[in-house]
């Protein structure tokens, strides 16, 4: 709990908390006395005591510190409330000493009178225990705080008890003094503190000593009381008033009018609020927007009755145009929803139209002119040659320059011409300036496979030549040994010993002790033997190092050219072994292609380089026992499959990236997929070879 003191206070233990600082630092510190007193002054709590003096020393010794402190408040502010109670102690024995002294020249009347007045002191004080006397007020606090824990009807109850105790006191006094002395002791007492009680209040009784004036103390008493009086009888009429708004909502008070009105009858001006939506806000501006206008209106309309209003310029801005509502006609969605329909239905019936034509063979011939009439026309021997257009003086071969599809459209008609006209037309047409004595060579261009930097056959020795080579080597790295041992630089080798030159080696040495010198000649030996193996060990390839190692070796270049192969296989949907191999040895060998799987004809295409090829031709043509696995023919009879090579080749680029397998229902969708990657001609070759062949191949 904190504690507060004041200045004085704290300037009094100033010599405490210094002695405090030097018994837990060790010395004296002003800066840290000063912390401290200023947060007893403020009355921090001891946490924050702890943080204020953990700038200065450590937190260990801030909380050692932060107690004794705190102690130290505790025992002043003690010894300071005891010491306040022996005052109020003595001076209560005075006071009794001094009435002692008084009730000896009393009159018996008088001590009738002061027994009443302690009998209804002590009345009183019981009816305080109870709860219906007003409360207390001790120095330090005010009657508001005192008051504010009261509720209105316990404070109606303690009025109601107050009245009805000063009604039994009127009476009690008018029958022991006839109604007349009470009233004299009181009416002096309260014109000389000049106060009148408030009505509706408990009304003090003043009793005073007859023969003796009142000193200052009491009169200051006497006026402290009705001023705590008169703040009673405030904090109750606000209290009423609080506890009727605490019970709910203020009424509402309205006039004859219909205006609202408080309590007192004035106006009172309720305020407005404001729309929180969105559409009441939208719907607020609109108005306002409205009201804008019309008000700009009448603003124009007055302005165009003034003398300096240009006709020509409008006082109204240009609004804006509403957009009309666009519909669909009707019947649109189900036109489109029957077409969809149709579309669908058509390309049903064709895939049933084609697998039937299958079936029964009809439409080999229908395909093969398709076939036909999509590939180029490559075998048509040309009128006239393009290197000879260029003679001619026709405006078409000249028009041509020389090359491509326009020189071929210009040497036909230039051939037309001449054929018309016959020979003697041809030597007049002939650029006699353009034919001289002079042979032209063309310029030789580099082909787009051929590598930038010449390549040359590597040199192969023969047996007996390595084998020399490597003899004058060995002899070579000898000689050089055998200087390093002359010069010092190395020391010489042990003697290189085996138990076949055991003797002829030692000589002497192995008569003397045969079975050490054995054990010597074996350690050597297997010491060599380790040496050995280590050296085989460190010259050993990791796995990784044996994995690149691998695929370096089957790795190709083919930025100058790839090769193509197109296998055509009868089919391939029930083989899942075959389907395995052709997939994973692919991707070992880092082939692309793809796999196309149609129902009559599947077809397989590889791109890599040569070494490549060779071992996938291998594993398709001999490795694979195609023929150990039956399918069934267009006719529905079990026949053996096959696999053959239909093309191989080379090609710029390649065409398709990682192997990867394709269902396709339809040969147009199969050839769709050629024809997306440019190689159509794989698919046509294909399957025309699938068409044309007999039932019994593929």
């Keep these: 709990m904190a504690l507060q003191l004041s200045r004085r206070e704290v300037e009094d233990l100033r010599s405490s908390l210094d002695r405090a600082i030097y018994r837990t630092i060790g010395k004296s510190d002003s800066a840290l006395l000063s912390t401290v007193s200023s947060c007893l002054t403020n009355g921090y709590e001891r946490r924050k005591i702890i943080d204020r003096l953990s700038s200065h020393i450590d937190s260990k010794k801030a909380s050692k510190l932060a107690d004794k402190a705190i102690a130290l408040a505790q025992e002043h502010v003690a010894s300071s409330k005891s010491q306040k109670r022996k005052h109020e102690s003595s001076d209560k024995d005075k006071d009794s000493k001094r009435s002692r002294h008084d009730d000896r020249h009393e009159s018996r009347e008088e001590r009738r009178d002061r027994h009443d007045r302690e009998k209804e002191r002590d009345e009183k004080d019981k009816k305080a225990d109870n709860g219906l006397e007003l409360p207390q007020v001790s120095e330090g606090e005010t009657i508001g705080s005192k008051m504010a824990g009261l509720s209105a009807d316990k404070i109606k109850l303690m009025m109601a008890n107050a009245q009805k105790e000063i009604e039994e006191r009127k009476r009690a006094l008018m029958n022991l003094k006839g109604g007349q002395k009470g009233s004299t002791g009181a009416t002096p007492a309260l014109k000389q503190t000049g106060v009148m009680a408030p009505p509706n209040v408990i009304k003090p009784v003043l009793y005073s000593r007859p023969g003796l004036q009142m000193t200052a103390e009491e009169m200051e008493k006497q006026k402290k009381i009705a001023e705590l009086q008169a703040r009673i009888e405030r904090k109750l009429a606000g209290g009423a008033l609080?506890?009727?708004?605490?019970?709910?909502?203020?009424?509402?008070?309205?006039?004859?009018?219909?205006?609202?009105?408080?309590?007192?009858?004035?106006?009172?001006?309720?305020?407005?609020?404001?729309?929180?939506?969105?559409a009441n806000i939208r719907a607020k501006r609109r108005e306002e927007f409205r009201a804008q206008l019309s008000g700009a209106g009448a603003g124009g309309a007055e302005a165009e009755s003034g003398a300096w209003v240009d006709p020509r310029v409008p006082a109204r801005p240009a609004a804006r145009a509403r957009r009309a509502l666009r519909f669909h006609e009707p019947g649109k969605f189900r036109q489109l929803a029957e077409r969809l329909r149709m579309k669908a239905q058509l390309e049903k019936l064709q895939n049933e139209i084609s697998q039937i034509a299958r079936k029964t063979g009809i439409s080999s011939a229908t395909k093969l002119a398709l076939l036909a009439a999509d590939a180029p026309d490559t075998d048509r021997v040309p009128d006239i040659e393009w290197w000879d257009s260029v003679i001619l003086l026709s405006a078409e071969a000249r028009g041509a320059g020389g090359a491509g599809g326009a020189v071929a459209a210009a040497a036909a008609a230039a051939a037309a011409a001449a054929c018309n006209t016959g020979d003697a037309d041809i030597a007049d047409n002939l650029n006699e300036d353009a034919i001289t004595n002079l042979v032209e060579h063309p310029q030789q261009l580099r082909a787009p496979t051929e590598p930038l930097k010449p390549t040359y056959m590597p040199v192969f020795l023969t047996k007996k030549e390595r084998k020399k080579l490597r003899r004058q080597s060995r002899r070579e790295a000898w000689?050089?040994?055998?200087?390093?041992?002359?010069?010092?630089l190395e020391a010489p080798p042990e003697p290189k010993l085996r138990i076949s030159n055991l003797m002829r080696a030692l000589g002497t040495e192995a008569v003397q002790d045969p079975t050490a010198i054995e054990a010597k000649v074996r350690e050597q030996i297997a010491k060599r033997q380790k040496t050995h193996l280590e050296a085989n060990q460190a010259?050993?390839?990791?796995?990784?190092?044996?994995?690149?190692?691998?695929?370096?070796?089957?790795?190709?270049?083919?930025?100058?050219?790839?090769?193509?192969?197109?296998?055509?296989?009868?089919?391939?949907?029930?083989?899942?072994?075959?389907?395995?191999?052709?997939?994973?040895?692919?991707?070992?060998?880092?082939?692309?292609?793809?796999v196309v799987l149609q129902r009559g004809c599947c077809v397989v295409v590889a791109e890599g380089g040569p070494r490549q090829h060779a071992r996938y031709r291998r594993l398709m043509l001999h490795r694979i026992r195609w023929e150990d696995d039956t399918v069934k023919d267009e006719r529905g009879q079990d026949v053996p499959n096959t696999c053959k090579l239909v093309w191989e080749g080379r090609a710029p680029q390649r065409a398709f990236g990682e192997i990867k397998f394709k269902v396709l229902p339809t040969e147009k969708q199969a050839r769709e997929l050629f024809q997306k990657h440019r190689v159509e001609h794989y698919w046509d070759l294909a399957y025309s070879g699938a068409v044309l062949a007999a039932p019994d191949e593929v």
């Design 539 to 594: 010259r050993a390839l990791t796995k990784d190092q044996k994995r690149e190692k691998i695929d370096r070796k089957i790795r190709e270049d083919t930025s100058m050219g790839v090769h193509v192969a197109v296998y055509r296989i009868r089919d391939l949907f029930e083989c899942a072994s075959a389907k395995f191999k052709v997939e994973v040895n692919a991707r070992q060998l880092h082939m692309t292609g793809v």
């Design 242 to 278: 609080a506890a009727a708004s605490a019970l709910g909502p203020a009424p509402l008070i309205l006039d004859r009018d219909g205006r609202t009105v408080d309590t007192s009858g004035k106006r009172v001006q309720l305020t407005h609020v404001a729309p929180t939506l969105k």
């Design 479 to 488: 000689k050089e040994e055998q200087e390093k041992v002359r010069l010092g």
